[in-house]
């Protein structure tokens, strides 16, 4: 009889807890799956992100010029 290895390290779903299913990894459920998804497009979750200032040069008019 021929033993075939798991594709993925067997994980907790991130949302219950529960031993995950190969079909809906890393979650246990389609409903576990949905509620993270939910999460994300809420804004729930948010990857914090440092904002770089804006380098750039804006070109200067001359004073003869300027707007009226």
């Not at 999460?39 to 804006?54: D, F, K, M, N, Q």
Request: proline share 13%; net charge positive; aromatic share 8%.
């Amino acid at each position: 009889m021929n033993t075939v290895s798991p594709l993925r390290a067997p994980r907790r779903c991130p949302e219950c807890g529960k031993p995950s299913k190969r079909d809906v990894y890393p979650f246990c459920s389609p409903r576990c799956k949905s509620i993270d998804l939910n999460r994300w497009l809420s804004g729930a979750y948010v990857i914090c992100a440092r904002e770089e200032p804006e380098e750039f040069d804006a070109p200067s008019l001359p004073a003869s010029q300027d707007r009226d």
